[in-house]
């Protein structure tokens, strides 16, 4: 059971699905930060108010609906729409517009997780900004402050020291979610994990072990979060 | 047979695949998921009390060994460990359960075991995925109880104490009606979460909603209006669910007990 | 007179590496009032929740009628703890129970009475401690004075022999403590025996048989009112009873 061998040339192959899972991981995490602080923002701050309602559908959507059924419906279903959209388009002499909507693995994924959890972050930020005493903009304002230089200054820093915590426990779950990427195809930790052990029929041993580089991820990620969460603490500033 | 006519919604939704077979083979498959779902929040309900108990009131080993439990079943993603309990532990599994079965153990818990796996101890897809999500559920539960407990004065342990209680009788009649009623909230969201988790159960073959959509999507190539049909079959669910959670929480609810904004939820 | 009805016997108590409690003794005989005062974290609340072992002793036992507690053992500590009422500063009401399910629901779970007649009695005590028409109010809708004499009551249920008072009316708002004071006032002149620590030192002044005052976990006097907190008399406990009336205005 402990041929040094087999577990060389495991971990020889997790590694290399684990380079994928980081490659996902990582762009899904900035945007969705990204598009959270920028959704965010305007929910919270209610301005520009034409946004604000397509934003709260958009969110809507993408929590209350099943992160497996998004990607789906993403990577298998729009394929459907580029089909009907191609001979359409090549009839009417444009180029085929339809392969916008043909994804790959890897772009599928990576939209979709960027965009779910933009939507998650997204409600940490409005959160916390609606935490923030109004007292304080009316404070910023009387002392000249504009309103960008209020959100800039005073704002923003309180906000996401709010957000911090919650902000952190969705990056967590997308580093978790990420081995839904192997239903899309994508050849990821989790896809590696499951040809080795069907090549090497030893199923056990296969995915403890890439389930502990999923443990490892996160807890490595749980404790940056921690340490910048202390980095940045604030006396008696709770987290609202 | 002009372009414009290939641009036809019926190309789309026609209704090829709305048999009323079909209609059935869903609905049935949205039976599995809440039979699944009651299954694992369950699991994840007992195990989740029994744990948040130890780690407020136990012994500090006992307290130490759930973190580690529930360090490694929120680390691990939901689709590693199906794949572990379900192609690596399910033979380890199935021996002990029918080692199980022909020892001396009381009549109940065999007919328990039998119900869960079938007279011959094995482990089907349906049983395997309760198991994975209730000890994933049971995780994340004892967190939501663990704050619960810790928020209610040790004052009031105190008192049911001299009062003559003993601290089992203290946590039963005392602790725990108040634990489970400030918990509804964020147990509603746990609910909702698990829904969303349960259809990666399909990866082993539970034929639960995800698996139906999935499997009528590829023989039509359908595959759009399927999967947004899915989407909308777990949103249903989830909402209704959601909804009776919040009707609960109103009905049990007492003055002063932990006011929460229910308006927050979903 | 007759032989003590609770007697404690050289209680020591070290918590968090500090020693509170440093062999104290003390005992009350039926129909006492005695009061324990003294600067805070002297030991007062600590040793009265050793005397119903909720904190077990280091060394040291409490008899009760004869009985010895340590004898009794860990298991058979609730039937000790049944024939000892206390209330708590903090009233500890359970949150989640109307006011007469928390006089009743120790006598359905502890003495296992049937449910009607535990609301029967959980109706005289409430009625005892006037509090007869807010039966079925929760803890959140009482004031803090009312709490408390529902947690008299709910002590008061058990048919305790003894009473332990750990500053029932600290917590109070002063046009509460009243109220409360005339309670425990009248549970006296009914005969119950009771051990009270309070910063009520009039109160001490004229009903009790004993004032004992307690400092770094000593007893170190003990004695009547009458002589203890005699201004005149050097002694610590009238000096600290002059620095509180001074600070609360004296009553």
Not at chain 2, 94 to 114: D, H
Not at chain 3, 42 to 51: F, R, V
Request: proline residues 4%.
């Amino acid at each position: 059971m402990f041929e040094t061998e087999f577990y060389r040339l495991l971990l020889a192959e997790l590694n290399q699905g684990f380079w994928l899972s980081v490659k996902i991981i990582v762009p899904s995490a900035t945007f969705g930060l990204v598009i959270g602080i920028l959704v965010g923002a305007v929910r919270g701050a209610n301005y520009p108010r034409f946004l604000v309602g397509p934003l709260n559908a958009y969110v809507s959507l993408f929590r209350g609906t099943a992160l497996l059924v998004q990607l789906f419906v993403c990577y298998y279903g729009l394929p459907s729409i580029g089909n009907w959209l191609n001979p359409f388009c090549e009839a009417q002499g444009l180029p085929p517009l339809g392969n916008f909507f043909k994804p790959t693995a890897y772009q599928a994924s990576v939209l979709i997780f960027s965009l779910c959890s933009g939507a998650y972050h997204s409600e940490y930020i409005r959160g916390a900004i609606l935490s923030i005493k109004r007292g304080q903009f009316a404070a910023a304002r009387a002392l000249g402050f504009t309103k960008a230089q209020t959100f800039r200054t005073i704002i923003i820093p309180q906000a996401v020291r709010r957000a911090w915590h919650g902000c952190g426990n969705e990056v967590i779950y997308l580093i978790k979610y990420s081995s839904l990427a192997f239903l899309v195809s994508a050849k990821e930790l989790t896809a590696v994990a499951m040809s080795v052990s069907n090549t090497y029929f030893r199923f056990t041993e296969t995915f403890f072990i890439a389930g502990l580089y999923y443990l490892a991820l996160v807890t490595v990620a749980t404790w940056l979060f921690h340490r910048v969460e202390k980095a940045w603490a604030v006396p008696g500033f709770g987290r609202g | 047979m002009n372009s414009l006519s290939t641009l036809s919604l019926s190309s789309f939704f026609s209704t090829g695949p709305f048999t009323w077979d079909t209609v059935t083979f869903f609905l049935g498959g949205m039976g599995l998921t809440c039979l699944l779902i009651i299954g694992a929040l369950s699991l994840g309900l007992v195990l989740g009390l029994a744990m948040a108990s130890f780690q407020v009131y136990g012994p500090r080993w006992s307290g130490l060994l759930v973190s580690l439990y529930v360090w490694f079943f929120r680390g691990v993603p939901i689709l590693v460990l199906m794949f572990l309990f379900y192609f690596g532990l399910a033979s380890q599994l199935e021996s002990l359960i029918q080692s199980w079965l022909r020892s001396g153990l009381p009549a109940p818990l065999k007919s328990l075991l039998r119900f869960c796996f079938g007279a011959r101890g094995s482990v089907s897809p349906f049983a395997c995925a309760v198991l994975v999500l209730g000890l994933c559920s049971a995780a994340y539960q004892s967190q939501i109880f663990r704050g619960a407990m810790k928020s209610i004065p040790s004052g009031q342990f105190m008192a049911a104490k001299a009062l003559g209680m003993s601290s089992f009788q203290a946590v039963r009649v005392i602790i725990l009606p108040q634990v489970l009623r400030i918990s509804i909230p964020a147990w509603s969201n746990e609910y909702s979460i698990l829904l969303k988790d349960s259809g990666i159960a399909f990866v082993i073959g539970t034929m639960e909603t995800m698996a139906r959509f999935k499997a009528v999507a590829s023989s039509t190539y359908y595959y759009l209006s399927m999967y947004i049909l899915a989407g909308l079959a777990y949103f249903v669910i989830t909402w209704i669910g959601v909804r009776l959670l919040l009707a609960l929480y109103d009905r049990v609810r007492v003055p002063g007990l932990a006011e929460v904004q229910s308006a927050d939820i979903l | 007179m007759g032989d003590p009805i609770l007697e404690v016997k050289n209680i020591s108590k070290t918590l968090g590496g500090k020693l509170i409690l440093n062999d104290v003794s003390l005992s009350l005989n039926k129909g006492d009032l005695k009061v324990l005062i003294g600067p805070s974290g002297g030991g007062k609340s600590t040793l009265l929740q050793c005397i119903n072992f909720l904190h077990y002793p280091d060394a040291g036992d409490v008899l009760l009628e004869g009985f010895s507690a340590r004898e009794m053992g860990r298991r058979n500590i609730s039937a000790f703890r049944q024939e000892i009422g206390m209330i708590f500063q903090d009233f500890n009401l359970f949150d989640h129970l109307t006011a007469e399910n928390n006089v009743a629901v120790a006598l359905r779970k502890v003495k296992k009475q049937p449910k009607k007649a535990a609301l029967e009695r959980a109706k005289i005590e409430l009625a005892r401690v006037g509090l007869a028409d807010k039966g079925g109010l929760y803890p959140a809708q009482l004031s803090g004075g009312q709490k408390q004499r529902v947690s008299i009551a709910r002590a008061l249920a058990m048919d305790p022999k003894v009473m332990l008072l750990d500053e029932p009316t600290s917590a109070l708002d002063p046009e509460l403590i009243g109220e409360v004071l005339k309670v425990i006032a009248d549970l006296s002149e009914s005969g119950m025996t009771m051990l009270m620590a309070t910063h009520q030192i009039g109160f001490a002044r004229h009903l009790t048989t004993e004032v004992i005052f307690m400092e770094a976990g000593r007893i170190t006097e003990a004695g009547p009112p009458a002589e203890l907190l005699n201004p005149d008399k050097r002694s610590r406990a009238a000096d600290f009873c002059a620095k509180l009336s001074e600070l609360m205005g004296s009553n």
